[in-house]
């Protein structure tokens, strides 16, 4: 008796402890709003997470950089990365999902008296039995079941083939993330870069046109002139000034939309390199049907509607799988503490067949419905190669205009230029000449910022010809490496795209065509590598005689003469230089023990002796090249002898080139006059 009464005892503590730990979390749980603290906490976080990875600028950025960058760095990238990894261990947790349930279970069970029972003779109505029990008061089962059911391992096995063309379509994703942000990361490159070039300009003309409009005004009101020609001229300077404030404002969030690209944090000042060589348009060499075909192979949005396909085909097939029958097949081994029980552990097995016979009778809606879903997609994918190739054929024009307003945009940049030459060698003080110096400059800077704006639709063209025909570029995995390895494979994979860029054979337009040329020698070679123990340069030079230059741009000094030397410094825009050598190649100008820089940038004032007239004789005085128009950009024609004589038949307008024969021109600097 007094083990019964302990007993209950114990069960009445555990069933108040049970209601307590039932009660008491419905009672603690409370609204709590988020506080001052745990948000600035946050945001401390989420922007540690943000900048804290990004390696921060040391120097200028190249355009190769800015794209390593933003592949590296961008934030959208990265939740496409993530989503791929989530969507990558989804597959692999589905093949848990194949396996046969393994389940271990225990219970305890007791009670506050006997499970006690008697017995009635069917026959007599009397009582056969004593009352008896068979069961402890209190006592444990455990068991170990395994279970399989055929049908659920069907539609786990559809499933995990779902899950990994889901894995697939999250790659697609990522690379469609990647090809726009090679075409946008180029685009803002170039509209940053203007930005960077423009604006001191700019505000320097927006400047001179408010000062030029304040002496306006105080004309107008001391009556010097009519009120209608006052009016007209401060009509015509507030249009330059409107101009220009609208171009500034334009201007000033290039930086900013490049910096987000980046993931760098708002206000980070950093400068963009300005490439050396003529500036050229990306080239593209697929044809037109071939183009076609590899945009309804490999467009990652085309690979993603394939995906999606074999998506709705394995639901259909899911579908129908879940009207047959279930089949769960079990085995278990199973133990019970109760002392009654003559066998304490024991072994089942056994066969379960379950079919749920009223969901046969949605098999031809079932049916009807999969062949709806699937004819719908087929009807997606037709529309989508459709809408591809439009695509192409759109990118394809576009990219052909765009090559086309390049061409226009520098044609009418030069011509800009010549006019600002004409118009800032005039003397005159008079407000008709300040207008038009004002409106020369304004027109020369909205026209470089349009060729700055074709370049960049140019290179925005060929990324959605690339992200049209799904190409991917060349540079490896995102991840591998360090910043300026992956900055090494952009570069290599981006001068994939110049193939001329060597030879200058083929440029589009240069920045400023050069007024006279460094003399070049007359034997080509090529261009040597580098030493390991010094960046000397192994090769023969040509000494040339001693010449002033001014350098046009911010130019790359580097150790020998080729890019792929050691940069040292950077000579700023405008910047006195003396050419002790050129490099056998004519592309590189010796300035210094070491120093190189890019010939074609460097503008040499023509000794007096060579100011000619048509008609006149000159002979070659020095080593030289002739090429095919008046400018170290157009293609060498042949290299003439030493002392060879010709007849002038053309000045180029700076008078520093001279046309020598049909589409062969020479510098002034390395002729004389024939005695």
């Not at 004002?438 to 060929?462: G, K």
Request: proline residues 5%.
């Amino acid at each position: 008796m007094p083990s019964i009464k302990k007993s209950m005892s114990r069960r009445r503590i555990l069933g108040t402890l049970a209601l307590c730990g039932l009660l008491l979390p419905g009672c603690s749980v409370t609204p709590q709003a988020l506080n001052v603290d745990a948000l600035n906490q946050q945001r401390t976080q989420d922007l540690a997470q943000m900048f804290g990875h990004v390696e921060p600028i040391q120097h200028p950025l190249t355009l190769a950089e800015v794209v390593a960058r933003s592949l590296r760095f961008n934030l959208d990238h990265r939740v496409k990365v993530v989503e791929e990894a989530q969507a990558l261990d989804l597959s692999s947790l589905d093949k848990f999902e194949l396996l046969p349930k393994l389940a271990a279970s225990s219970a305890y069970s007791g009670r506050s008296n006997d499970s006690a029972s008697s017995s009635r003779s069917m026959l007599t109505g009397q009582q056969s039995l004593e009352v008896s029990t068979s069961q402890d008061r209190e006592h444990i089962t455990s068991d170990l079941d395994l279970t399989w059911n055929i049908l659920d391992f069907g539609v786990s096995y559809f499933n995990a083939r779902q899950n990994a063309d889901r894995r697939l379509i999250a790659h697609e994703r990522e690379r469609k993330v990647i090809q726009n942000l090679m075409q946008e990361s180029r685009s803002a490159y170039w509209r940053a870069l203007a930005a960077q070039e423009l604006q001191p300009r700019v505000q320097a003309a927006i400047i001179r046109a408010e000062s030029a409009l304040k002496d306006a005004q105080k004309v107008e009101d001391s009556a010097l002139r009519s009120p209608l020609e006052s009016l007209r001229f401060r009509k015509s300077l507030l249009e330059n000034l409107r101009q220009l404030e609208s171009l500034a404002q334009e201007m000033a969030t290039s930086k900013v939309d490049l910096s987000a690209m980046m993931t760098l944090p708002p206000g980070t000042v950093f400068t963009l390199e300005v490439p050396q060589g003529p500036l050229q348009v990306p080239e593209w060499s697929m044809p037109l049907e071939r183009m076609e075909e590899s945009a309804l192979m490999s467009q990652p949005d085309m690979r993603e509607m394939a995906y999606q396909g074999r998506i709705v085909v394995d639901e259909s097939r899911k579908g129908l799988l879940k009207l047959f029958p279930g089949i769960t097949l079990s085995t278990s081994r199973k133990r019970d503490s109760n002392a009654y029980t003559l066998n304490k552990d024991w072994y089942e097995t056994g066969v379960k067949v379950t079919w749920n016979l009223l969901g046969l009778l949605s098999a031809p809606d079932q049916l009807a419905y999969n062949k709806t879903n699937e004819e719908v997609m087929e009807i997606k994918r037709l529309a989508m190669r459709m809408a591809l190739l439009a695509q192409v054929h759109v990118a394809w024009h576009q990219f052909d205009q765009a090559k086309v307003q390049l061409r226009r945009s520098s044609e009418l940049f030069d011509v800009e230029k010549q006019i600002v030459r004409h118009t800032s060698n005039r003397t005159e003080n008079d407000a008709q000449s300040v207008l038009e110096q004002i409106a020369s400059e304004t027109s020369a800077i909205l026209a470089e910022m349009r060729l700055y704006n074709a370049l960049a639709l140019s290179h925005n063209a060929l990324g959605r010809m690339m992200a049209t025909t799904g190409q991917d570029p060349d540079i490896g995995s995102i991840g591998e490496g360090k910043l300026e390895d992956l900055t090494d494979r952009v570069e290599n994979w981006l001068g994939g795209q110049f193939p001329h860029a060597a030879t200058r054979s083929k440029p589009i337009f240069a920045v400023a065509a050069p007024a006279t040329s460094v003399p070049t020698p007359t034997t080509k070679g090529s261009v040597p590598a580098a030493t390991t123990s010094n960046n000397t340069v192994s090769a023969m030079t040509t000494s040339a005689v001693e010449q002033v230059g001014t350098v046009r741009g911010n130019i790359n000094v580097r150790s020998g003469p080729g890019k792929h030397y050691q940069r040292l410094r950077i000579i700023p825009q405008g910047e006195t230089v003396t050419v002790l050598a050129v490099h056998s190649d004519g592309d590189w100008s010796r300035i210094g023990e070491n120093e190189w820089i890019a010939t074609e940038f460097i503008t040499i004032s023509a000794p007096a002796a060579t100011i000619l007239e048509i008609g006149e004789r000159v002979m070659v005085t020095a080593q030289a090249i002739l090429r095919s128009g008046p400018g170290l950009q157009h293609e060498q024609v042949r290299t003439p002898v030493f002392g060879e004589g010709f007849t002038v038949m053309e000045l180029s307008p700076d008078g520093q080139w001279l046309r020598v024969g049909d589409d062969e021109w020479v510098s002034s600097s390395v002729t004389s006059r024939h005695p």
